[in-house]
């Protein structure tokens, strides 16, 4: 099946410095990409859709300057998290869909836990 | 707007009892609905959606849901839980015109032998 793959599935950084994260796509071409955000025992938080070849559009309460995403080809999508601070930290889970419309299948990347010290 | 709520935080069987985990939507029109389901550490597994036509939908891993319209309610169901089925469960909706997903706060279960 398709796969999706999240790197680095674990980050450490300190406060102050910038984090990239990958979201690839194996196997199919991503023409949509999401990012979310995993609090603690909590739900996920869509953060921004992300389209080959355009801008992101961000959800309500995000900052697009903080959370840089870059959707740079149908197989790979980029979250950098700039100006790390440890309220950053948190589980990051990308997601990508081969077509537009719920009939098209939206596959999981295993997640990227993120700590700033 | 779209919303879904799951109001069991946290639900316990045992091995081998069924199992009910409850979601309720909140859409005008006929939402598209999904059940997925996290292990530690890990992303999301699609168990099985629910667009149109029949009801009850059959799902991987043994898991069904039935689309009850009256009741708002996309409950996930399995007749027997295995040890393995430990997990935390999310109940998600499709947003207006959008392929964008809104999710429950989630169900962890815990199964005990």
């Known amino acids: 099946g398709a796969v999706v793959s999240q790197h680095p599935s674990w980050v450490i950084c300190k406060s102050g410095t910038s984090v990239k994260i990958e979201c690839r796509s194996l196997?199919?071409?991503?023409?949509?990409m999401f990012w979310y955000r995993q609090f603690p025992k909590q739900s996920l938080m869509l953060m921004a859709t992300s389209n080959e070849g355009s801008k992101a559009t961000y959800e309500q309460g995000v900052e697009k300057d903080k959370f840089l995403i870059n959707h740079a080809s149908l197989t790979l999508s980029t979250l950098t998290v700039t100006s790390a601070h440890p309220e950053d930290s948190s589980f990051y889970i990308c997601?990508?869909?081969?077509?537009?419309?719920?009939?098209?299948?939206?596959?999981f990347g295993n997640g990227t836990r993120l700590t700033v010290t | 707007a779209q919303s879904v709520t799951q109001p069991d935080i946290h639900i316990t069987v045992s091995e081998g009892a069924s199992l009910e985990l409850r979601c309720n939507y909140s859409?005008?029109?006929?939402?598209?609905l999904f059940w997925y389901v996290q292990s530690p550490g890990q992303g999301l597994q699609l168990l099985l959606k629910y667009f149109s036509g029949d009801t009850l939908v059959q799902g991987i891993k043994g898991f069904e849901a039935e689309f009850k319209r009256s009741q708002s309610s996309f409950n996930l169901r399995k007749p027997s839980v295995h040890w393995s089925d430990a997990a935390e469960y999310f109940c998600a909706v499709g947003a207006d015109n959008t392929d964008k997903l809104i999710f429950g706060t989630g169900t962890r279960l815990q199964v005990f032998p």
């Open positions: 196997d199919f071409q991503a023409t949509t």
């Open positions: 997601s990508a869909r081969g077509q537009a419309g719920y009939n098209s299948p939206l596959h």
């Open positions: 859409y005008g029109a006929t939402p598209y």
